[in-house]
C-alpha cells in the first residue's frame, strides 16, 4: 500500500448497538474496519447492508463495520427513527449517529452509500461509492489481513457489537397489506419475514405464513421463507386458476417475486433468480425465472399483468403469471424525476402502488423525489412533487405542495388518491378534480400503506408502531380534512464549488483486487450526466463511454445539481471464464458556480491507496 490518508476520528451525536459505549479509532485499532456512510431511506445503502451481512459473519475476528447515518430526510435525523431502522433492517454493527454529516465531509463522501475502508494502523486504505464492492472488499481484507498479520498489527477477537432487547409484538414493521375475500388481512410483516392473515378487526392473528427466519425457501406455509418482503398482488380468479396461486408477494431483500396458495399457504417462487440486477436496459420480455430483479417493493394488477415496483433500479417492471415472462416497464435506471413516455421517464425508488377503480390509471409513490407519479395512456406524469432534494408537509394546490418520502397510495372511488406520506407520519389526499392536496390525518408512525374495504373505511398500515390503525370515520370527508402549511425543506449537503466554464469531470475506477475491465459485450465503462436546472450545462449532458467528460458549465446559473450515473463492468483475471461484475453509482452533487474555483470534479466509483 501507498501515500495512505490517517483516517479521522469517528463523532456523532450518540451510538446504537454498542451498549451505550462510544467508540473511538483506538478501540478498533488492530482490526479492519469498514466505514458505510448510509441513510435509512436510501435502496442502495440497504442493498450495501445486505451485501456487508457475509462480510460480517465470515471475518467477525478481524472485521468491523460501523454505519455512519447521514440522513438525507429531516424524519431520518430523529434519533428514534434511526433506532427503529436499525432494527428494522437488522443492522448487526455499531451505528454512529451523525445528524449534521460532520463525518460525511471528514471522509469526503459524495453519494450515499458511500465506504471506506481503515487498515489495522488507522489509515484510510480504499474508498468506493455505491453497491456491488463485496467480492472486491472480500479480497482487499483477505489482502490486509496477510500483510497485518506479518507486521503483528492485527488483532483478532469479537467485536464491539452489543444487540438490543428483542421486542414483543404482534407485527414488527408491517409494510404492506391487502382485503382478501374472506374479509380478512394479509399483512407482510416485513421484520419478521412472514406474511401475517388478520381477522376483519386488523389485530388477531388468523395464520402465519413463513417461519419468521430471513431465508429464502419454498414449500409450506411453516417452513417457506422469505426476507423482508413488502408488496401484495392478489391475481384475477381467471388468471390465478391458471397460475396455480393465488398472490403475488414482492421478496425485498431476495430479489424474487413469490406465489402464494391460499387455501394450503404453499409458497412458490414464480421470477427472478435471487441475484441482483446489474445489467443494461431493454425491452424484451424475458423467461421470469431467469431473469435478476432488485428490490421489488410493491406490486399491482394493471394493464393484464402484475406491475413491479422496482425500486432497487427505480423503475417499473412487468410480470406476466400465465405467460411466466417479466420484463421492464417504465423508467431508465437514472434516478430522477422527469415525466414522458415510459420508456425515457425517470423515476426514483417507487415503493408503491395502487390502480383506479376504473382501471385507466396507476398510481406511484415515488418515494426519493417525494412524489405521486401516475401511469395513463403510455405516459409517466407527476401529480404531486418537485425532485430528488425538495419535501415538506405543505398542503394547497399540487403544484407547491410537498410530501416526504411518502411508500404507498390508494385510489379511491371518487377518482381523488390517498396518500401514505410516511416521513411526515401522515396521510395526505389528492383530488385532480380541484388539484389540491390536503392531510387526512397525521400524528401517524411511518405510514407505509393503506386499505380502502368495501364498507369505505380506511386501514393505514402504521409500520413503526407495529400495528394496523383504522381511520376515524369521516376523515375522507371534505370537512375532515386540513390544510397544513407546515415547513418547506430541501436536502442541504454542502456544494460543491466549480468554475463557471470548462469542467473536467472524472469519474475514478479501480478494478478491484483480482479483476480487470471487461470488454467482452462492449465498452467497459458508461456516464450518464444530466443536470438541474438543465440550464446549468451548457454542454456536456448525456451518455458515452468514457469515465471522463468535458462539461460546460453556465456562467449566469449560480447553483444547481449535477447528477451523474456511472457504470463499470469488470470480470476475474484468474479465470478464462471468470465471474462477471457490475459496478454502479448514481450521484446528485449539489454545487455551486464560483469564479476561480477548481476546474476538475473528481468522483469516487472506486478507488484504493485513498
Known amino acids: 500500500m501507498s501515500a495512505r490518508v490517517r483516517a479521522p476520528e469517528l463523532r456523532g451525536r450518540a451510538w446504537l448497538n454498542t451498549g451505550g459505549k462510544a467508540l473511538t479509532l483506538a478501540d478498533l485499532r488492530g482490526r479492519i474496519v469498514i466505514l458505510d456512510f448510509w441513510t435509512f431511506c436510501c435502496i442502495n445503502c440497504l442493498h450495501v447492508l445486505d451485501e456487508l451481512r457475509p462480510l460480517e459473519e465470515k471475518y467477525g475476528d478481524v472485521l468491523v463495520v460501523v454505519g455512519v447515518h447521514s440522513p438525507k430526510f429531516e424524519h431520518e435525523k430523529d434519533p428514534e427513527a434511526l433506532a427503529a431502522a436499525v432494527e428494522r433492517y437488522g443492522v448487526h454493527h455499531p451505528v454512529l449517529d451523525d445528524p449534521e454529516l460532520d463525518m460525511w465531509q471528514q471522509y469526503a463522501a459524495k453519494a450515499w452509500p458511500t465506504l471506506a475502508v481503515v487498515d489495522p494502523e488507522g489509515y484510510v486504505v480504499a474508498t468506493m461509492a455505491g453497491e456491488g464492492h463485496a467480492e472486491g472488499l472480500a479480497r482487499l481484507i483477505d489482502e490486509l489481513i496477510g500483510v497485518h498479520e506479518a507486521k503483528g498489527t492485527l488483532r483478532r477477537g469479537d467485536g464491539p457489537y452489543v444487540p438490543p432487547a428483542e421486542p414483543d409484538t404482534t407485527l414488527r414493521f408491517p409494510g404492506k397489506a391487502v382485503l382478501l375475500d374472506s374479509g380478512n388481512l394479509l399483512v407482510s410483516d416485513s421484520a419478521r419475514h412472514s406474511l401475517v392473515e388478520l381477522a376483519p378487526d386488523g389485530e388477531t392473528v388468523v395464520r402465519r405464513i413463513g417461519s419468521g427466519t430471513r431465508g429464502n425457501a419454498d414449500g409450506p406455509a411453516g417452513t417457506a421463507a422469505f426476507a423482508e418482503p413488502q408488496g401484495l398482488c392478489l391475481l384475477p380468479a381467471h388468471v390465478a386458476e391458471l397460475a396455480g396461486y393465488d398472490l403475488v408477494v414482492a421478496d425485498t431483500v431476495n430479489h424474487l417475486l413469490r406465489g402464494v396458495r391460499l387455501d394450503s399457504g404453499e409458497v412458490v417462487t414464480v421470477a427472478g433468480t435471487g441475484r441482483q440486477w446489474r445489467s443494461t436496459v431493454d425491452d424484451h420480455a424475458h423467461d421470469a425465472r431467469s431473469v435478476d430483479l432488485s428490490s421489488p417493493w410493491d406490486l399491482a394488477w394493471y394493464d393484464d399483468k402484475?406491475?413491479?415496483?422496482?425500486?432497487?433500479?427505480?423503475?417499473?417492471?412487468?410480470?406476466?403469471?400465465?405467460?411466466?415472462?417479466?420484463?421492464?416497464?417504465?423508467?431508465?435506471?437514472?434516478?430522477?424525476?422527469?415525466?414522458?413516455?415510459?420508456?425515457?421517464?425517470?423515476?426514483?425508488?417507487?415503493?408503491g402502488l395502487s390502480v383506479s377503480p376504473?382501471?385507466?390509471?396507476?398510481?406511484?409513490?415515488d418515494s426519493e423525489t417525494s412524489a405521486v407519479r401516475y401511469v395513463q395512456n403510455g405516459v409517466l406524469g407527476t401529480a404531486v412533487g418537485q425532485g430528488l432534494f425538495d419535501f415538506g408537509h405543505v398542503d394547497g394546490p399540487a403544484d407547491r405542495a410537498l410530501l416526504q418520502h411518502p411508500l404507498g397510495v390508494c385510489a379511491l372511488p371518487d377518482g381523488s388518491v390517498l396518500i401514505a406520506d410516511t416521513y411526515n407520519g401522515a396521510v395526505r389526499r389528492y383530488d385532480p378534480a380541484t388539484g389540491l392536496v390536503s392531510t387526512v390525518a397525521d400524528g401517524l408512525a411511518e405510514?407505509?400503506?393503506?386499505?380502502?374495504?368495501?364498507?369505505?373505511?380506511?386501514?393505514?398500515?402504521?409500520?413503526?408502531?407495529?400495528?394496523?390503525?383504522?381511520?376515524a370515520p369521516g376523515a375522507l370527508t371534505a370537512a375532515g380534512a386540513n390544510t397544513v402549511d407546515g415547513p418547506r425543506h430541501r436536502t442541504e449537503r454542502p456544494p460543491t464549488?466549480?468554475?463557471?466554464?470548462?469542467?473536467?469531470?472524472?469519474?475514478?475506477?479501480?478494478?478491484?483486487?483480482?479483476?480487470?475491465?471487461?470488454?467482452?459485450?462492449?465498452?467497459?465503462?458508461?456516464?450518464?450526466?444530466?443536470?438541474?436546472?438543465?440550464?446549468?450545462?451548457?454542454?456536456?449532458a448525456g451518455t458515452t463511454t468514457d469515465l471522463s467528460?468535458?462539461?460546460l458549465v453556465n456562467a449566469d446559473v449560480t447553483a444547481g445539481v449535477l447528477q451523474v450515473t456511472a457504470q463499470a463492468a469488470t470480470c476475474d483475471v484468474a479465470d478464462e471464464h471468470g465471474a462477471c461484475h457490475?459496478?454502479?453509482q448514481d450521484w446528485g452533487v449539489p454545487v455551486r458556480v464560483v469564479a476561480d474555483a477548481p476546474t476538475r470534479l473528481p468522483l469516487v466509483l472506486r478507488g484504493l491507496d485513498a
Open 306 to 351: 402484475v406491475i413491479v415496483a422496482m425500486a432497487g433500479i427505480h423503475q417499473l417492471w412487468w410480470f406476466d403469471p400465465t405467460k411466466r415472462t417479466a420484463g421492464m416497464y417504465a423508467g431508465t435506471t437514472v434516478e430522477a424525476l422527469r415525466d414522458g413516455p415510459l420508456a425515457e421517464a425517470w423515476l426514483a425508488q417507487p415503493s
Open 358 to 365: 376504473d382501471g385507466v390509471r396507476l398510481w406511484i409513490a
Open 447 to 471: 405510514p407505509s400503506d393503506l386499505v380502502l374495504t368495501p364498507a369505505g373505511d380506511v386501514l393505514v398500515v402504521e409500520s413503526a408502531a407495529h400495528r394496523l390503525t383504522r381511520l
Open 497 to 540: 464549488p466549480v468554475a463557471p466554464g470548462e469542467l473536467t469531470l472524472d469519474v475514478i475506477f479501480t478494478p478491484p483486487p483480482g479483476q480487470k475491465l471487461d470488454e467482452t459485450f462492449g465498452p467497459s465503462t458508461r456516464l450518464v450526466v444530466s443536470a438541474s436546472p438543465p440550464e446549468l450545462l451548457l454542454d456536456g
Open 549 to 551: 467528460r468535458r462539461l
Open 582 to 584: 457490475l459496478t454502479r
